[in-house]
């Protein structure tokens, strides 16, 4: 009944779009949706590679019985454990009793763990290959992209990588899942968000996995989430690469909270004078309107970042105070920061500011500012020439 779309001679897309769920982990929104991706190679054996959440399981079984015609699955490889990719796999298991469970060692832990499975279980290590007839399947481990069983399987016989998260993004397809064939353009702030959010504290795992793998002839990618990177292959890679290493674009996260906008008048200023200065990319998050998720983007894509805050109960601003510790998470590295702060009676924030940036090491650009109630000329001034730090500096780079 369905037509599957064909990714290659015999292989097949039998993923499914989550269009319903608000939040991705029950944290992210989920704007444009998600995919979950899966194909299965239909070979002298038959091969499904990464299941799909539990969720979309039924229509998940159909397309592999009708792309199957009768066969059986032979063998089932899990690249990565997580349940939006995992969680069919019990049921896949009752279908096909004989199916062998392809996976490392970490793999199998988790498969007791969360499914009670301990049988019918193929282990394979670095650089083991699978030969299914006209494929031959080699597994490279990806450790910590995203967790720590993550293994990526790569078809020799028609250059695909299956990459597990790894290049993944938001979104759901749309009518086809191969680039080529789609219009993209919303993915790629998406893939940044995703990165950040998902992936963002473990940039050293992803580029050491980009090393393992940038000996192989790669000629079209197929992630667990989003399109099959194949004419943009190089952008996706790119784009992993860079805020894998936290290289940043010239541009400004200016990050703030205010209560009654004295602290959002200085966010005013700062970023009107990183303007005249010749920055263009700044983006403004008020912490009470910016989901977390979208601030994490900007962090990672911009070189730059500004944060300030009332001080509340000798404290940061709740609100801020949420993002930072969501930033610090990530262990986000190399960004140049500025800091600003406002009180009424006694100062905090600025110093709490400090405290942060202790902790992530990044170089302090300018002077921070700390106002006392209203915002006067001194303060307007003093804003004035952190912008100009700010932008001085990022122009230097
Ligand atoms: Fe899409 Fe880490 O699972």
């Not at 990044?362 to 109630?373: A, F």
Request: net charge negative; with cysteine; glycine share 8%.
């Amino acid at each position: 009944m369905y037509k599957l779309k064909t990714i290659a001679d015999n292989v097949f897309y039998v993923g499914v779009n989550d269009r319903q769920k608000a939040l991705f982990e029950n944290m992210w929104p989920l704007p444009y949706g998600v995919s979950y991706n899966s194909y299965l190679i239909v070979d002298e054996k038959t091969v499904l590679i990464d299941t799909v959440d539990i969720c979309y399981s039924d229509i998940f079984l159909k397309k592999i019985e009708d792309a199957l015609q009768g066969r059986s699955l032979d063998y089932l490889i899990v690249d990565h454990m997580e349940p939006d990719h995992a969680g069919s796999i019990r049921l896949l298991r009752q279908r096909y009793p004989d199916m062998q469970i392809v996976g490392n060692n970490k793999t199998f832990g988790m498969l007791a763990g969360y499914h009670g499975i301990n049988t019918g279980l193929y282990e394979v290590k670095e650089g083991d290959s699978l030969d299914t007839g006209h494929h031959k399947l080699t597994f490279y481990m990806a450790p910590m992209v995203h967790w720590p069983e993550v293994m990526v399987t790569y078809d020799e016989t028609d250059k695909i990588l299956f990459s597990a998260d790894a290049f993944g993004t938001f979104g759901t397809l749309d009518g086809n899942v191969i680039d080529a064939e789609m219009n993209t353009e919303h993915y790629w702030e998406e893939m940044i968000r995703y990165y950040s959010n998902i992936v963002g504290k473990y940039g050293s795992p992803v580029q050491r996995a980009l090393q393992k793998l940038s000996g192989l002839d790669i000629q079209t990618i197929c992630s667990t989430h989003g399109p099959v990177w194949r004419e943009q292959k190089g952008k996706a890679i790119q784009i992993y690469d860079q805020l894998s290493r936290y290289e940043g674009e010239e541009g400004v996260s200016l990050i703030y909270g205010s209560m009654y906008g004295n602290t959002e008048q200085m966010a005013e200023v700062i970023a009107s004078s990183l303007s005249d200065h010749g920055i263009k990319n700044i983006v403004m998050h008020n912490v009470s309107k910016s989901n977390a998720s979208y601030i994490l983007k900007d962090v990672f894509k911009y070189k730059g970042v500004i944060v300030g805050s009332p001080t509340y109960s000798n404290q940061l601003f709740p609100e801020v105070e949420a993002v930072l510790n969501k930033i610090e998470l990530r262990e986000i590295k190399n960004r140049y920061f500025g800091y600003f702060g406002s009180f009424t009676w006694a100062g905090a924030a600025v110093k709490r500011l400090a405290a942060f940036n202790e902790k992530m090491n990044w170089e302090v650009i300018g002077e921070p500012v700390e106002q006392k109630q209203g915002l006067l000329s001194e303060k307007y001034d003093e804003c004035r020439a952190l912008g100009k730090a700010m932008a001085e500096k990022l122009k230097q780079q």
